[in-house]
């Protein structure tokens, strides 16, 4: 394993309480939260995890524009919006 160093930071009690829930919502430590956090930053997401963040949203697009009962007009609406949610 690669030498670990250790990284001191200072946060206030409202920060630190944010960071424990999204940390605990996520079954991490703080410092694992942290750490996935500032790695993300700095490295972004794995292609593997741009799907998996992803495949939610598509299910539900997927599913209002295959409803019936949908209006042509909400649908064209939701396909220009994720057009150019995506760039494309």
Same mark, same amino acid.
């Given at each position: ?6 990284? %001191?930071?200072? &946060? ?7 960071? /424990? ?5 996520? +079954? ?5 939260? &942290? ?13 593997? /995890? /741009?799907? /998996? %963040?992803?495949l ?5 697009? +997927? ?19 994720m057009? +150019?949610? &995506?760039?494309?």
């Open positions: 394993m690669a030498n670990i160093e250790r990284l %001191f930071i200072r &946060v206030s009690p409202e920060l630190k309480k944010e960071l /424990q829930s999204s940390a605990d919502r996520e +079954n991490l430590s703080i410092s694992e939260y &942290v750490r996935k956090s500032i790695e993300k930053s700095i490295y972004g997401l794995s292609h593997e /995890q /741009q799907i /998996q %963040f992803a939610p949203q598509n299910t539900l697009i +997927n599913e209002l524009l295959a409803d019936p009962k949908l209006k042509p007009e909400s649908k064209k609406i939701i396909t220009e919006r057009r +150019n949610y &995506v760039g494309y």
